[in-house]
């Protein structure tokens, strides 16, 4: 479970990102976008090209940390935009990103099945 703080700004990042790059290109990346959350300590999201693959970048106040998710099978919802911008979400559309529901209209794709 990603633990983030409460009052933490989380910023999806539109486009696809190369994913081979690590903190340190991510980080350069995340100034160019929103340098004045990127000083403030939010929590940029980036997605690579397949749309199975996500990484988080945040400063927690020591040093950069970085979480990265691979879907076995599916797709992470993402805006549509071939432009690299910026996009504000919740901590709760986070935690619905990382589960592979759609966070802009959440409903559940498979409901779940309960033993009994």
């Known amino acids: 479970m990603l633990n983030t703080p409460r009052d ?4 999806l990042c539109t486009g696809c990102t190369d994913m081979r790059k690590g903190i340190n290109g991510l980080s350069v990346l995340a100034q ?4 004045e959350a990127f000083a403030s ?4 999201i ?6 199975d693959k996500v990484k988080l970048l945040w400063w927690d106040g020591q040093g ?3 979480f990265y998710k691979c ?3 599916g797709k992470f919802t993402w805006p549509k935009s ?3 911008g910026t996009l504000g979400i919740t901590r709760a559309q986070l935690s619905m990103l990382l589960e592979g529901i759609d966070w ?3 409903k559940w794709s498979q409901p779940p099945k309960y033993s009994g």
């Open 41 to 44: 300590g939010g929590m940029f």
């Open 71 to 73: 879907l076995d099978r």
């Open 46 to 51: 980036f997605r690579g090209k397949q749309a």
């Open 32 to 35: 160019r976008l929103l340098s």
């Open 64 to 66: 950069f940390c970085l």
């Open 104 to 106: 802009r209209s959440p």
């Open 8 to 11: 933490i700004k989380i910023y």
């Open 82 to 84: 071939k432009d690299q």
